[in-house]
């Protein structure tokens, strides 16, 4: 009896989702529209845009431009003359120039010293930083490349895995585990609050069914969209280039991540009885939970507060699942066991408080 | 005159409702009140992870000269000395992302002239932070030489850096100014749309129609409250960020032209507001779609970053964008303390005021004549 009312439940909320097509294709296109947005911002804070301007021909200059390409900072325009390379940062297609002014071979081969005038527009520290910081880097390279000897030290870099995920590819999952959660949130929440909306609510409580019955139905109509949802996010994270290390493990996270997304979703939803309130909210916890829960490197190289909330909410346990599941590695010092028991905890959890949501409604009625 | 006390009586009873409705306030500022939560919180990690510097050679002077510049380098969020068994332990619990190990022997090799090898672990999981630690060595070992502790200093390439601001910006209080366009936009959205819509839902707009008013008056009315609304949540905000030291206080002057600019800014907002309101007619629908198109035009506009880290084509995309001009003259009025093209942003914005406002009125006039 209890799972035939939740299957009529969740039956119900599908139509329902379909006689409001807005709605629904909003919810159903807001992760993607997520994933979407934070790729621009991924694209744009790979690299910083510089102009080039070499007035000389000599070997040292080209030598120099090279070691400038191989600082792993700047993606580099050639610019006629130093106004032109001016007027790139003033149309903010740049945000610095840099001048291989005439005689620099000379100089170097003559060593003497040889001037690098930089043109920074230092629009906050941080990114001023990294160019200021990538300039000893192509100095030392260019040195280590044409006079190798002078250098009275080696370094060695050892990376501790063989393949460089790249900033997208990180990101990527990251963001996808945020488009997941407001997708969740979304159809978790708006399913749940409707039927308070609508007034239906109290029919349902009518009814000679069980209060998990409607939380089940809920749960199960979310499920149905969340997955609809994931599979499009899926097609863009595809059309990225991004290949999951394990399909088998990519496909278990979504459906585990995805069932505890919606599970907090349907709670929100029964507490605060507004579909009003759900869409802020999804939105509100969704982007800055994204930030501190492990989106650019582990929770532990963040500041100690911000580790602390991140390992509160499901969000960074996620997120983890899904870059083993994608790139093969933890970046969490969470033990695997917790990091499932956490998140199969807190689908209970939310589940518990919807029930209970339902139950007091009841009473009072 | 009438139309005017009757302007008036519309925008105080719209923002009566919205001072009345913790749900409409908390629909219009908490995304990005939350937003500015935690770029406070983060700030501090942002130049860089921490790290952990082995110094093998403990009775080596150069090689306490290497570990001191390793250890008071601003690029990293924090730098541990610690034994090799301890750096190793910190590195595989994820605490620290990279190792500086100076060799046993460094400081005596270096003066022997054998080229002793400094060895830097990188936990590499991406590309940007492997990057910055990349970059965090060469700029260690170029102080260093230059500090002489490594003998006569081989290099001769001097980089003469000329800033175009006097000051370098903070990171927060870069990204507070996106924050606060996001704010005013949202909140110029969310309030119109929702005054809007608001009509039809409690069937009020009957009344109104009844009433001597003109549909023109009554439309201003609402995106003027809208207009209101916006410039106190950004208004708050902005004095939150300067209280707090993020943002410097502006002279008179330019702290005129930055509530211009949010005004300007809130009247696109309202106007985008009254269009969505008047068409779409329902606050689910609404909320929905206003909070995605200003998260979207954060986004476009370059966000938390500046339009000239976008790809060429959304610089495009960008251009038309006009929360784009109003982050522009915010940060060159509140930041760096300039007004240079600020009367470009300031014309951008009046058109795409005016563009907003074209379009919403007589969508919205249509919808009352209905």
């Known amino acids: ?365 | 005159m009438q139309q005017l006390s009757t302007f008036w009586a519309i925008v105080k009873k719209d923002l009566a409702t919205w001072i009345r409705s913790p749900s409409t306030i908390a629909v219009t500022v908490l995304p990005a009140l939350i937003l500015m939560f935690v770029l406070i919180l983060q700030a501090a990690a942002v130049t860089g992870s921490p790290v952990a510097i082995v110094n093998q050679d403990t009775s080596g002077q150069a090689a306490a000269k290497l570990q001191h510049i390793a250890q008071n380098y601003n690029g990293f969020y924090n730098a541990k000395v610690l034994s090799k068994a301890q750096a190793e332990k910190e590195y595989q619990n994820l605490a620290v992302a990279g190792v500086l190990v100076i060799p046993k022997g460094f400081s005596k090799e270096l003066k022997g002239g054998q080229h002793p090898t400094i060895t830097w672990q990188v936990r590499n999981f991406n590309n940007d932070t492997a990057n910055d630690l990349r970059r965090a060595l060469p700029d260690i070992l170029s102080t260093f030489l230059k500090s002489g502790a490594a003998g006569k200093n081989p290099m001769h390439i001097q980089v003469q850096e000329h800033d175009l601001h006097a000051r370098d910006a903070s990171f927060v209080g870069f990204n507070m100014i996106a924050v606060v366009v996001m704010l005013v936009l949202q909140a110029g959205i969310v309030n119109a749309g929702l005054a809007a819509v608001r009509e039809w839902e409690t069937g009020s707009v009957k009344e109104l129609l009844m009433s001597p008013a003109r549909p023109l008056t009554m439309i201003l009315g609402k995106v003027g409250a809208g207009v209101i609304a916006s410039d106190i949540t950004g208004g708050i905000a902005l004095i939150a960020a300067i209280a707090a030291g993020m943002v410097p206080v502006p002279s008179f002057g330019l702290g005129i032209l930055a509530f211009v600019i949010v005004t300007l800014t809130a009247i696109v907002g309202s106007g985008l507001g009254v269009l969505i309101g008047a068409a779409l007619r329902a606050t689910e629908r609404v909320s929905g779609l206003s909070i995605s198109l200003s998260f979207y035009l954060f986004f476009l506009a370059g966000g938390i970053t500046d339009i000239a880290y976008l790809p060429r084509w959304l610089q495009d995309v960008a251009a038309y964008i006009p929360n784009t001009y109003s982050l522009d003259a915010l940060r060159a009025t509140l930041l760096y303390n300039s007004s240079t093209g600020i009367l470009t942003d300031i014309g951008v914005l009046v058109l795409a005021g005016a563009v907003a406002l074209l379009i919403g009125v007589p969508v919205m006039r249509r919808g009352l004549s209905h």
């Open chain 1, 1 to 365: 009896m209890g799972i035939r009312a939740a299957f009529y439940i969740m039956l119900n909320d599908l139509r329902l989702n379909l006689v409001s097509p807005f709605a629904t294709i909003l919810s159903l296109i807001v992760p993607i529209n997520f994933l979407i947005l934070f790729v621009l911002f991924a694209i744009g804070g790979a690299k910083v845009p510089v102009s080039v301007v070499v007035s000389g021909s000599g070997h040292y200059d080209a030598a120099f431009l090279q070691a400038l390409h191989n600082a792993l900072t700047f993606h580099i325009h050639r610019a006629s003359s130093v106004a032109a390379g001016q007027q790139l940062i003033q149309n903010h297609k740049s945000v610095a120039t840099i001048h291989i002014a005439n005689g620099f071979s000379s100089a170097v081969a003559a060593g003497q010293t040889a001037h690098v005038p930089l043109t920074l527009n230092n629009l906050n520290k941080d990114f001023a930083d990294d160019v200021r910081r990538a300039m000893p880097l192509a100095v030392l390279n260019f040195y280590h490349s044409v006079f190798p000897s002078t250098l009275p030290f080696n370094w060695k870099e050892v990376d501790t895995y063989a393949h460089n995920v790249t900033f997208l590819g990180y990101l990527a999952v990251s963001i996808q585990t945020v488009a997941l959660l407001i997708g969740g949130l979304l159809f978790g929440g708006r399913g749940s609050a409707r039927d308070w909306e609508l007034g239906t609510m109290k029919e349902l409580m009518l009814a000679p069914i069980r209060p998990w019955s409607v939380v089940a139905g809920k749960l199960g109509a979310a499920m149905t969209n969340g997955i609809a949802s994931a599979v499009m996010v899926l097609g863009a994270l595809l059309l990225l280039g991004l290949r999951p290390a394990d399909w088998g493990q990519f496909v278990g996270v979504t459906l585990l991540t995805l069932f505890v997304f919606i599970s907090l979703g349907v709670a929100i939803g029964s507490v605060a009885k507004s579909q009003f309130v759900v869409t802020p909210f999804a939105f509100a916890l969704g982007l800055p939970l994204f930030f501190i829960s492990g989106a650019f490197g582990p929770i532990t190289w963040s500041t100690p507060a911000a580790a602390v909330i991140a390992r509160i909410f499901p969000v960074a346990y996620a997120n983890a699942a899904f870059q083993h599941a994608v790139h093969g590695y933890w970046p969490i010092d969470t033990g695997v066991g917790w990091i499932w028991t956490i998140l199969i905890g807190w689908a209970v959890l939310a589940l518990g408080v919807s029930w209970l949501a339902y139950r007091r409604a009841t009473a009072k009625h």
